[in-house]
């Protein structure tokens, strides 16, 4: 009786596992308003960063806008970025060495770090023009 009552559980298990792999992956909606996005396998979502030319286009186009050093030493500006009405960023490049600067409403309330990594320690510190130029 035992054997039977695993042997069936473990080919529920099995038809379950196997019908999950098919449905293909959805990612959830942020908020209501926002639809959610589904990729089949083989399909792709497309990119939502846009490249500007200029820092003014992509504020135009997020509408906000960024401060930004004048000029960051030894590095020079590279690309310009935005998702529109959502995220602002700029990558400066150094041979292999990069720095991004990103910026997004603070009411999204969002982490638009790109690092979600769990750290044991945190700290907040002021960043400001001196902090970031060596002013």
Do not use: H
């Not at 992956?25 to 639809?35: C, H, I, L, N, Y």
């Not at 497309?46 to 003014?56: A, F, G, I, L, Q």
């Not at 979600?116 to 945190?122: A, E, G, L, M």
Request: charged share 25%; aromatic share 6%.
């Amino acid at each position: 009786m035992k054997k039977k009552l695993v042997v069936c559980i473990l080919c529920g298990m099995m038809a379950m596992s196997a019908l999950t792999c098919g449905i293909g992956s959805a990612f959830a909606a942020e908020s209501p308003e926002t639809p959610v996005i589904s990729a089949q396998e083989g399909e792709q979502i497309p990119n939502p960063w846009k490249e500007y030319t200029s820092v003014k286009d992509a504020e135009n186009a997020v509408g906000f806008s960024v401060k930004l050093p004048k000029k960051i030493s030894g590095y020079t500006k590279d690309m310009i970025q935005a998702v529109d009405g959502l995220v602002l960023q700029v990558f400066y490049k150094s041979g292999d060495k990069e720095i991004l600067i990103r910026k997004a409403l603070v009411s999204q309330g969002k982490d638009i770090s790109g690092d979600y990594n769990v750290y044991d320690v945190t700290k907040k510190v002021l960043a400001g023009a001196a902090a970031c130029c060596g002013r």
